[in-house]
């Protein structure tokens, strides 16, 4: 036997099959990001970082993806940089303008944009701003690769797009009694699996007041972000769900705005608005690639 034979086989190790078809992963952790993490301080990246929790060596806030907030004061610039196919951007507040290798454009609060695979941005502040920041990072962390292409064009949701959309979808919903009022928001390039990028996914979803979204679940860690929201607005958040629908004993996870918290794969979720104020919410997920490989299984309760 060859001395490369028995170099390898000393990588080999096995399990019985029965016992270790479900290997005990650490679980995604129901998290809250509170605003007051970017509300103050110099201009930087906040990385939104659960890394020890599930045990990576690298950032991440999921498995596959990495939330931050970006900083920026006013009159001030900041570079951001990463190694990942897709980077998504919300704007929390201020104004202010990104430059890229494929042009410069201009954002104000509420606005969002993505980018595919690029070798760095810069923002700049026209008065005291902060973006979330999302990316598929952590995937290629884990997979040791580094994109070479892009796999999507550049893509901008101005506010009053994504708002003037949900506006229309109130009516209709009013009429067939929907319980949902939200849109997919898409690419051209992605168009097949709707999704914003080919890896990631995000929805602008209103809730009113007064209402509750029924429990809904899926296989794509929901990084949720609380665009605006009013007093007693929340999630509850739960493994199982009773007959009737309803969570067992769930967490319960606070909107508030500008903050961010974590919604774990698999786990059922309903959203709460017991206040006298619309709100909404912004989740990137991993669901693109979900999606593709037909695995993202969504459910809801009806």
């Not at 994504?162 to 051209?188: D, H, T, Y």
């Not at 168009?191 to 209103?206: D, E, I, Q, R």
């Not at 309803?246 to 606070?254: E, L, Q, R």
Request: contains cysteine.
């Amino acid at each position: 036997m060859g001395s490369e034979n028995q170099q390898w086989e000393q990588q080999v190790i096995s399990w019985e099959y029965t016992s270790a078809a479900t290997p005990d992963l650490n679980e995604v952790p129901i998290q809250p990001f509170p605003a007051s993490l970017h509300e103050q301080g110099n201009t930087r990246v906040i990385a939104l970082d659960l890394s020890k929790e599930l045990e990576t060596s690298y950032l991440a806030t999921s498995p596959n993806l990495l939330a931050s907030y970006v900083r920026i004061c006013s009159n001030e610039q900041i570079t951001t940089s990463v190694t990942a196919t897709s980077e998504v951007f919300f704007v929390l507040r201020g104004s202010g303008r990104t430059e890229t290798a494929e042009g410069t454009i201009t954002w104000q609060q509420g606005d969002a944009f993505t980018l595919p695979c690029n070798q760095g941005i810069t923002h700049h502040a026209d008065e005291d701003s902060a973006l979330y920041w999302s990316h598929d990072g952590p995937l290629l962390q884990y997979m040791g690769v580094t994109p070479n292409k892009a796999m999507f064009k550049p893509a901008f949701y101005s506010k009053a797009y994504m708002c003037n959309e949900v506006e229309k979808l109130r009516e209709i919903a009013l009429k067939e009694k929907r319980n949902r009022i939200g849109i997919i928001l898409g690419n051209s390039d992605t168009a097949k699996t709707k999704t914003m990028t080919h890896t990631m996914w995000s929805l602008f979803n209103l809730l009113p007041k007064h209402e509750v979204q029924k429990p809904h679940r899926h296989q794509s860690v929901a990084l949720d972000l609380a665009v605006f929201s009013g007093p007693e607005t929340y999630t509850l958040i739960g493994k199982k769900v009773d007959e009737n629908g309803d969570i067992i004993n769930p967490v319960k996870a606070m909107w508030a705005t500008n903050t961010v918290f974590v919604t774990p794969p698999g786990w059922w979720h309903s959203h709460h608005n017991e206040s006298d104020q619309d709100a909404f919410v912004f989740p990137v997920q991993d669901a693109g690639l979900h999606t593709y490989m037909r695995t993202l299984d969504i459910q809801f309760v009806r």
